[in-house]
Protein backbone atom coordinates (compact mmCIF):
# COMPACT_ATOMS: atom_id res chain seq x y z
CA UNK A 1 0.00 0.00 0.00
CA UNK A 2 3.06 2.15 0.61
CA UNK A 3 4.38 1.89 -2.40
CA UNK A 4 1.16 2.29 -4.03
CA UNK A 5 0.67 5.66 -2.80
CA UNK A 6 4.44 6.88 -3.36
CA UNK A 7 4.33 5.81 -6.82
CA UNK A 8 1.30 7.96 -7.39
CA UNK A 9 2.57 11.00 -5.48
CA UNK A 10 0.48 10.82 -2.09
CA UNK A 11 2.27 12.13 1.24
CA UNK A 12 2.35 8.67 3.34
CA UNK A 13 1.85 9.08 7.45
CA UNK A 14 1.57 6.04 8.96
CA UNK A 15 1.27 4.82 12.90
CA UNK A 16 3.62 1.66 13.33
CA UNK A 17 4.03 -0.37 16.00
CA UNK A 18 7.46 0.08 17.75
CA UNK A 19 8.76 -3.21 17.37
CA UNK A 20 8.11 -3.02 13.41
CA UNK A 21 9.55 0.83 12.34
CA UNK A 22 12.50 -0.79 11.50
CA UNK A 23 10.60 -2.84 8.26
CA UNK A 24 10.01 0.96 6.99
CA UNK A 25 13.05 1.69 6.81
CA UNK A 26 13.22 1.45 2.84
CA UNK A 27 11.13 4.24 2.61
CA UNK A 28 13.08 6.38 5.00
CA UNK A 29 12.72 10.17 3.67
CA UNK A 30 9.89 9.45 1.86
CA UNK A 31 7.33 8.51 4.49
CA UNK A 32 6.81 9.94 8.21
CA UNK A 33 6.30 7.00 10.90
CA UNK A 34 4.93 7.44 14.78
CA UNK A 35 5.37 4.93 16.02
CA UNK A 36 2.69 3.67 18.81
CA UNK A 37 -0.28 1.45 18.91
CA UNK A 38 -2.94 2.17 16.54
CA UNK A 39 -5.45 1.99 19.87
CA UNK A 40 -3.11 4.94 21.31
CA UNK A 41 -5.44 8.45 21.12
CA UNK A 42 -2.26 10.60 21.37
CA UNK A 43 -0.33 9.16 18.51
CA UNK A 44 -3.04 8.88 16.29
CA UNK A 45 -3.76 12.33 16.96
CA UNK A 46 -0.23 13.21 16.21
CA UNK A 47 0.17 11.47 13.23
CA UNK A 48 -2.88 13.46 11.96
CA UNK A 49 -2.20 16.40 13.22
CA UNK A 50 -2.75 19.34 10.31
Do not use: Q, W
Not at 24 to 33: M, P, S
Request: glycine share 12%.
Amino acid sequence: MTEHALARGYEVTGVCRPESVGKLARFEGRITVFPGRTDNRKVVEAATEG
